[in-house]
């Protein structure tokens, strides 16, 4: 009499533990994955980087406006302080406030172009960082599912691993090493059941005299297409 609802079940356990090794190897994987994240960082990082200069341009032109409205002051000071007399003195003081006015509304304009455009720069930042957080928190939910599946899975392959040996413990040594003979070949799953008068991995229908022998379990029986060994139930 052959034996082989042990053995079978062994197959299906060392087939759930090879899923299992599969499983592991894509979380790994994925656990090392993080280009999404890289990507929004670095473009934070280049919308910060377009930024900075027109807040420092802005900075600079208010410093010059500054320093231009109080040389115009100085200017006007002067001019009206009764110190100056000479005539020639006194036009050149007020062609130099003329040109520091014409110099302020200059500066000016460019100060309002250049807080517009840093504006936009900011909102740009403002996105950037806002797609940053969301894409590093998706990636961290996912982290912690998959590090929670790789525990899981991790503690399924020890218990796999415990049931196995000990079923393996019941088989017969020469079936086993049949089974360890044929496996490699088989794709890892060198029995078949027989499931009606088919082989239920390849699907192919046997003769009457296979399907009856491996019926009768009093030799080892193989299907006619796909030679797994074949299992009645
Ligand atoms: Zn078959």
Known sequence: MIELETLYRVQEIELEILAGHKRLKEITAALEENEVVVAAQSALDTAQGALAPLQKQSRSLELEIKTNREKAKSAETRLYSGNVKN?????DIQQEIESLKKRHSELEDHLLETMLEAEEAEAAVNEAQSHLDSVTAAFTAEHGQLLDEQTTLKARDTALRQNRE?????????LLKLYNTLRPRKGNQPIALLVGSSCSVCGVEQNRMTADAAR???????CNSCERILYAR
């Open 87 to 91: 005539p020639k003195e006194l036009q």
């Open 166 to 174: 000990k079923r393996l413990a019941g088989v017969e040594p020469d």
């Open 216 to 222: 009768r379990r009093q030799e080892i029986v193989y």
